[in-house]
């Protein structure tokens, strides 16, 4: 919990020096025009690497693929395209590295052991993933009937108490 803390407290110092220095390297103007080319250049990439990470996720979608890692690298490349608009060069740099493949695929493999992803709207309904030992058996509608004798609207339960009415 503190590194996250000492992180924020020392990115605004570590951005501030950055201008300091590349403002006496090449002066201010130049300054400025990198700041504002780099802002461009971040909303530039995020609509371009958006769109084909929404295809992506599309396509893995409908292949019933697992979409973790590319759910993970539209984060990163949202999380990239943010650090590019925000004017400073350290947070240049940490996004033009997000913006990598490799650097983004690495960023995955450490996540990956901590996420769970689950289905959900699977076949009009909304599914959990399930572990492989769950007693759960799965019916298609031609596969099952109703007794005869439950109510129109109210259809029958075994969690119905029969002799009061009440569920």
Known sequence: MRLPLVLF??????????????GQAIGVLPTLALIVLSAVAGVALLRFQGA?????LQSEAQRGVDPGRELVHAALLVVAAFLLIVPGFFGDIIGILLFLPFIRDFAWRLIKPRIVVSRGFADGGFRTARRPDDNVVDLGDDEFQREPGSQPGK?????????IGRE
Do not use: C, H, K, N
Request: hydrophobic fraction near 50%; aromatic fraction near 8%.
């Open 9 to 22: 407290l020392i990115a605004p110092l570590i951005e501030i020096a950055s201008f300091i220095i590349v």
């Open 155 to 163: 259809p029958d339960s075994p969690w119905r108490d029969q002799r």
């Open 52 to 56: 084909g990470i929404l295809r992506r």
